[in-house]
């Protein structure tokens, strides 16, 4: 049973963590070596995997859209340059987590970056190989 409800002030629906955690028992996920969460929106949902799965979670810093979810770059970007340790990574099965995928170009970034490995893409709203939600209206995060 889906118990979200849309606030009426800022016309975003609102999850629990409790639905998300729900929601993540259903899916079945096959084995993954690490998750690389795509900061700062992703950072929380990998977390969140991570208690599941019980692997390293690695953060890369892709910027595509400002706080009001509109872009302000032509392709993602990367803001930090990625960690010596996830660069040496090869051969791995990786999940890549993001809260929400619109267009997927943040998704594809990320795999472009981490070539070399078997990637899976997976998001609490929208289009990945793994979704929770499939929501047209923006969300307000239980975490923010």
Excluded: Q
């Excluded at 996830?86 to 791995?92: P, Q």
């Amino acid at each position: 049973m889906d118990n979200s409800k849309t606030n009426k002030r800022d016309n975003k629906i609102r999850i629990k963590k409790i639905e998300i955690i729900r929601k993540l028992k259903k899916i079945r996920l096959p084995k993954f070596d690490i998750i690389v969460a795509i900061g700062r929106d992703g950072i929380e949902p990998a977390h969140i995997l991570k208690r599941f799965l019980g692997i390293p979670v690695y953060t890369i810093y892709l910027n595509y859209r400002d706080k009001n979810n509109k872009p302000i770059h032509k392709e993602p970007i990367l803001k930090k340059p990625i960690s010596n340790r996830l660069k040496k990574i090869k051969n791995k099965n990786i999940l890549i987590v993001d809260a929400i995928s619109k267009t997927g170009k943040t998704l594809k970034k990320a795999k472009r970056l981490l070539k070399g490995n078997k990637t899976k893409t997976f998001v609490i709203n929208g289009n990945a190989d793994y979704s929770l939600f499939r929501y047209k209206k923006c969300i307000k995060w239980p975490w923010n």
